[in-house]
């Protein structure tokens, strides 16, 4: 690596130093939210870019600045590739002496909070992307075409190939930390549980990585030595989620997490993962019976080249496991329908699953009212409901109270246009988790309303665009209604999840609080 | 490709040598000769070297804390960034840098002990000027981030090294040329040249000791030889100027510095 063929020098920006204060920006709303500290969306104030700012929260750290900040900068310095996301720069906040002598800041409480210069005080910037994959999958009505699916798992992969030739595994692939762009571009984001690792490196690593749902086996077997494989695990995961329209192995807890996989691929054994019984946790968690593969069977209904892909993808043996390189060279991005050109994507207005879990917060506090106002109505599924407009005529549409909590932008935006499927079936609908049916849910951005910024008008108003694909071919699953073959979705619990969000983000449930705690000090 | 020396924010600094021997006008305001700038960052990376010994990390650790420090004073002064609190901070953020994190409150454990050893040999009742709590360290790595404007990544002649070695046939001379490569931290020279042109004097000066013939071979390589031969030839330098140096005038030096800040 010290030793590269000379002649690639790269004309050098000249080398500014010293970091600009956060009052250059100006905080419009806040888009995300971890264990790390939070993002807003932001504007800088001589440029008028958008971007995003991600505050590396530093109370509460007896060791200084975080390690994990320190990987992500170190890593994201060296990653240079549109499917990356972008750090622009790092930003510190005035802290208070300078403010006392009359320059309050925007985050100027904060600060004094804080109490310490550097105390609350550091914040990343980047690019800003409209939508996390979660984020957009979860906007009411919301149905991705093939070919759309397609160029975000392109383009996914090709960002994961780049991290891995230059030896980083990700460590948290997962729908809220891949950001979307309205035009149509996908980027990895949140670096904060990422590693370099080189082949020659025999460490320990730790185990304790990759949100629940997203993590493989081998992992949860407690393997502390593993490659680029784990992620290509949680790319399986999505790449399903995307074509099933739910996630595939919401596991509560660990063991559970491994039941889930091991119903679907099959109970590991020598023959199929030679190794496997070496593993440290193999004789605790192996399965009592055995247990057929049966990933075919379960998602028969998926096109052949998509699911010999998953396949691969979803290989219990991370040796076996198919490579971001080999995945890129699939059938499947090679057959009609082809991936899509990113920029022929829809806009839609901004969404990321911050907002969404926001809303369905509120949602559920809706639900409790409506309980307590005895008003029937089951909604105890997670992801939200699709707006209904009339003339849409889904089954589950139901006159609804309009709740005075956010009724009044719900006719904001106008549903149509944002249905890519004609409703298939009365069970199933448009919406991606076939229980739903609160047509109350909607647009509401409550986070715009309160927050003020002037971002708060959508900015691609959906009305009139013809659904740019046809109803057919269109994955998930259709009529099968709520069948869910074992999969059942069990109202998971959405922790605090951002795009931007640091280790412990996300949407995976808790065991223990497993996926809130701080990986900081693991290697 | 991104993540090779080419691109790397070390390589778009690197700097020539007179950018790197600069002393700052408040440091020069209370005395300060570039020799004695020269002599406190020497005398600190050794320092750096001494605390690791004791808190056990890599030799790439060191590497990258003095690499650190000697970028810091490109851009700060001694007097607003004192060197006794910069060295172990370095260490401390090189050591999360390189993932072998090491806890501050050994770190401090460390400078405790060393003071009442090491350096009360150098400065009697002066002991005191290294001692600094974890409240201190913690504060001084969030302004040498600042300072390093979170450059955090360092690349280093020690992994070119043992691969020249080899392709040259001397792998005999490894420990010789490891140990040069070392003390070439005790100067600037990581901040001024490629790592792997100071891996490649390092060889030359091993195998100029060592009385080995190997002109083919650097010769195969495309590099400049001249470039390789002045880097040699600062190593070289830099050891004849050692031999002069004595106690007591990095005592001197140090004792600018004054008190703690």
Same mark, same amino acid.
């Given at each position: 690596?010290?030793?590269?063929?000379?002649?690639?020098?790269?004309?050098?920006?000249?080398?500014?130093?010293?970091?600009?204060?956060?009052?250059?920006?100006?905080?419009?709303?806040?888009?995300?939210?971890?264990?790390?500290?939070?993002?807003?969306?932001?504007?800088?104030?001589?440029?008028?870019?958008?971007?995003?700012?991600?505050?590396?929260?530093?109370?509460?750290?007896?060791?200084?600045?975080?390690?994990?900040?320190?990987?992500?900068?170190?890593?994201?310095?060296?990653?240079?590739?549109?499917?990356?996301?972008?750090?622009?720069?790092?930003?510190?906040?005035?802290?208070?002496?300078?403010?006392?002598?009359?320059?309050?800041?925007?985050?100027?409480?904060?600060?004094?909070?804080?109490?310490?210069?550097?105390?609350?005080?550091?914040?990343?910037?980047?690019?800003?992307?409209?939508?996390?994959?979660?984020?957009?999958?979860?906007?009411?009505?919301?149905?991705?075409?093939?070919?759309?699916?397609?160029?975000?798992?392109?383009?996914?992969?090709?960002?994961?190939?780049?991290?891995?030739?230059?030896?980083?595994?990700?460590?948290?692939?997962?729908?809220?930390?891949?950001?979307?762009?309205?035009?149509?571009?996908?980027?990895?984001?949140?670096?904060?549980?990422?590693?370099?690792?080189?082949?020659?490196?025999?460490?320990?690593?730790?185990?304790?990585?990759?949100?629940?749902?997203?993590?493989?086996?081998?992992?949860?077997?407690?393997?502390?030595?593993?490659?680029?494989?784990?992620?290509?695990?949680?790319?399986?995961?999505?790449?399903?989620?995307?074509?099933?329209?739910?996630?595939?192995?919401?596991?509560?807890?660990?063991?559970?997490?491994?039941?889930?996989?091991?119903?679907?691929?099959?109970?590991?054994?020598?023959?199929?993962?030679?190794?496997?019984?070496?593993?440290?946790?193999?004789?605790?968690?192996?399965?009592?019976?055995?247990?057929?593969?049966?990933?075919?069977?379960?998602?028969?209904?998926?096109?052949?080249?998509?699911?010999?892909?998953?396949?691969?993808?979803?290989?219990?043996?991370?040796?076996?496991?198919?490579?971001?390189?080999?995945?890129?060279?699939?059938?499947?991005?090679?057959?009609?329908?082809?991936?899509?050109?990113?920029?022929?994507?829809?806009?839609?207005?901004?969404?990321?699953?911050?907002?969404?879990?926001?809303?369905?917060?509120?949602?559920?506090?809706?639900?409790?009212?409506?309980?307590?106002?005895?008003?029937?109505?089951?909604?105890?599924?997670?992801?939200?409901?699709?707006?209904?407009?009339?003339?849409?005529?889904?089954?589950?549409?139901?006159?609804?109270?309009?709740?005075?909590?956010? =009724?009044?932008?719900?006719?904001?935006?106008?549903?149509?246009?944002?249905?890519?499927?004609?409703?298939?079936?009365?069970?199933? =609908?448009?919406?991606?988790?076939?229980?739903?049916?609160?047509?109350?849910?909607?647009?509401?951005?409550?986070?715009?309303?309160?927050?003020?910024? =002037?971002?708060?008008?959508?900015?691609?108003?959906?009305?009139?665009?013809?659904?740019?694909?046809?109803?057919?071919?269109?994955?998930?699953?259709?009529?099968?209604? =709520?069948?869910?073959?074992?999969?059942?979705?069990?109202?998971?619990?959405?922790?605090?999840?951002?795009?931007?969000?640091?280790?412990?983000?996300?949407?995976?449930?808790?065991?223990?609080?497993?996926?809130?705690?701080?990986?900081?000090?693991?290697? | 490709?991104?993540?090779?020396?080419?691109?790397?924010?070390?390589?778009?600094?690197?700097?020539?040598?007179?950018?790197?021997?600069?002393?700052?006008?408040?440091?020069?305001?209370?005395?300060?000769?570039?020799?004695?700038?020269?002599?406190?960052?020497?005398?600190? @990376?050794?320092?750096?070297?001494?605390?690791?010994?004791?808190?056990?990390?890599?030799?790439?650790?060191? @590497?990258?804390?003095?690499?650190?420090?000697?970028?810091?004073?490109?851009?700060?002064?001694?007097?607003?960034?004192?060197?006794?609190?910069?060295?172990?901070?370095?260490?401390?953020? @090189?050591?999360?840098?390189?993932?072998?994190?090491?806890?501050?409150?050994?770190?401090?454990?460390?400078?405790?002990?060393?003071?009442?050893?090491?350096?009360?040999?150098?400065?009697?009742?002066?002991?005191?000027?290294?001692?600094?709590?974890?409240?201190?360290?913690?504060?001084?790595?969030?302004?040498?981030?600042?300072?390093?404007?979170?450059?955090?990544?360092?690349?280093?002649?020690?992994?070119?090294?043992?691969?020249?070695?080899?392709?040259?046939?001397?792998?005999?001379?490894?420990?010789?040329?490891?140990?040069?490569?070392?003390?070439?931290?005790?100067?600037?020279?990581?901040?001024?040249?490629?790592?792997?042109?100071?891996?490649?004097?390092?060889?030359?000066?091993?195998?100029?000791?060592?009385?080995?013939?190997?002109?083919?071979?650097?010769?195969?390589?495309?590099?400049?030889?001249?470039?390789?031969?002045?880097?040699?030839?600062?190593?070289?330098?830099?050891?004849?100027?050692?031999?002069?140096?004595?106690?007591?005038?990095?005592?001197?030096?140090?004792?600018?510095?004054?008190?703690?800040?």
């Amino acid at each position: 690596m010290a030793i590269a063929a000379p002649g690639q020098l790269n004309v050098s920006e000249s080398p500014s130093w010293g970091s600009r204060s956060v009052d250059c920006f100006e905080k419009l709303e806040q888009i995300g939210e971890g264990t790390y500290g939070q993002v807003y969306m932001a504007r800088e104030i001589r440029t008028g870019e958008i971007v995003a700012l991600k505050k590396i929260r530093m109370d509460n750290e007896r060791e200084g600045f975080p390690i994990t900040a320190i990987r992500e900068i170190k890593i994201l310095k060296k990653l240079h590739h549109e499917n990356v996301i972008k750090l622009k720069e790092i930003v510190t906040s005035p802290g208070p002496e300078k403010d006392e002598q009359g320059r309050p800041g925007k985050l100027y409480l904060i600060d004094i909070i804080d109490g310490n210069k550097y105390k609350g005080g550091i914040y990343m910037v980047f690019e800003y992307m409209d939508h996390d994959l979660t984020g957009l999958a979860d906007r009411p009505g919301m149905r991705f075409s093939v070919p759309q699916i397609k160029c975000y798992m392109r383009q996914l992969l090709t960002g994961l190939h780049y991290c891995h030739v230059n030896q980083v595994l990700h460590r948290d692939i997962k729908g809220s930390n891949l950001l979307i762009d309205n035009e149509g571009n996908l980027k990895l984001a949140d670096f904060g549980l990422a590693r370099s690792f080189s082949s020659d490196h025999n460490g320990n690593l730790t185990n304790r990585v990759i949100t629940l749902w997203y993590r493989p086996p081998e992992l949860l077997l407690g393997s502390t030595k593993y490659g680029p494989a784990v992620d290509m695990w949680s790319v399986g995961c999505i790449f399903a989620e995307l074509l099933h329209g739910k996630p595939i192995f919401p596991g509560k807890d660990e063991p559970e997490q491994l039941n889930k996989i091991f119903e679907l691929c099959g109970a590991p054994d020598e023959v199929i993962w030679p190794g496997v019984s070496k593993i440290p946790w193999y004789n605790n968690f192996k399965p009592t019976r055995p247990l057929k593969r049966r990933l075919r069977e379960v998602f028969r209904h998926f096109d052949r080249h998509a699911l010999e892909l998953l396949e691969k993808m979803l290989t219990l043996d991370p040796s076996q496991r198919i490579s971001a390189k080999d995945a890129l060279d699939a059938e499947y991005f090679w057959a009609d329908p082809l991936p899509c050109d990113p920029k022929s994507l829809p806009k839609y207005e901004s969404s990321h699953e911050f907002q969404t879990k926001k809303k369905r917060q509120q949602q559920r506090q809706h639900d409790d009212n409506a309980k307590r106002q005895k008003i029937q109505h089951q909604q105890q599924h997670a992801r939200l409901p699709p707006i209904q407009q009339s003339g849409q005529g889904h089954a589950q549409m139901r006159p609804g109270p309009n709740p005075a909590m956010h =009724g009044s932008q719900a006719q904001v935006v106008a549903g149509p246009s944002h249905h890519y499927a004609k409703p298939r079936g009365a069970a199933a =609908g448009p919406n991606r988790y076939p229980q739903g049916g609160n047509p109350s849910g909607g647009y509401n951005h409550p986070s715009r309303g309160q927050g003020g910024g =002037g971002y708060v008008s959508g900015p691609y108003p959906p009305q009139g665009r013809a659904p740019p694909y046809g109803s057919s071919g269109m994955p998930g699953p259709g009529p099968r209604g =709520g069948n869910n073959s074992g999969y059942g979705v069990n109202a998971p619990n959405y922790p605090q999840g951002g795009p931007y969000g640091g280790p412990g983000a996300g949407r995976g449930s808790n065991m223990g609080g497993n996926r809130n705690q701080q990986y900081g000090w693991q290697q | 490709m991104a993540a090779n020396f080419w691109n790397s924010t070390h390589h778009k600094q690197l700097l020539d040598p007179e950018e790197a021997d600069v002393v700052h006008p408040i440091d020069k305001e209370r005395g300060f000769t570039l020799e004695d700038f020269k002599l406190i960052k020497m005398h600190m @990376a050794n320092y750096i070297a001494r605390l690791a010994q004791n808190v056990k990390v890599r030799q790439r650790v060191v @590497a990258t804390a003095v690499t650190y420090m000697r970028r810091v004073y490109t851009r700060k002064s001694m007097t607003e960034y004192d060197p006794r609190l910069v060295a172990p901070s370095c260490l401390y953020l @090189a050591s999360k840098a390189e993932e072998s994190t090491v806890q501050a409150r050994l770190l401090v454990f460390y400078i405790k002990k060393l003071c009442n050893n090491f350096f009360l040999t150098w400065y009697l009742n002066s002991d005191e000027k290294y001692r600094y709590e974890i409240k201190e360290i913690l504060e001084m790595e969030m302004k040498i981030l600042e300072a390093l404007n979170y450059h955090l990544v360092v690349f280093h002649p020690y992994r070119a090294l043992s691969q020249l070695l080899q392709d040259a046939g001397m792998s005999d001379s490894t420990q010789l040329a490891w140990g040069l490569v070392n003390d070439t931290y005790k100067t600037d020279l990581i901040l001024i040249h490629p790592p792997h042109l100071i891996a490649l004097a390092c060889i030359y000066v091993a195998s100029v000791l060592k009385d080995k013939e190997n002109t083919a071979w650097f010769e195969e390589l495309r590099v400049d030889m001249n470039v390789v031969k002045n880097i040699a030839m600062e190593i070289l330098d830099f050891y004849d100027s050692h031999k002069a140096i004595t106690d007591d005038r990095v005592n001197a030096a140090m004792h600018k510095l004054g008190l703690k800040a």
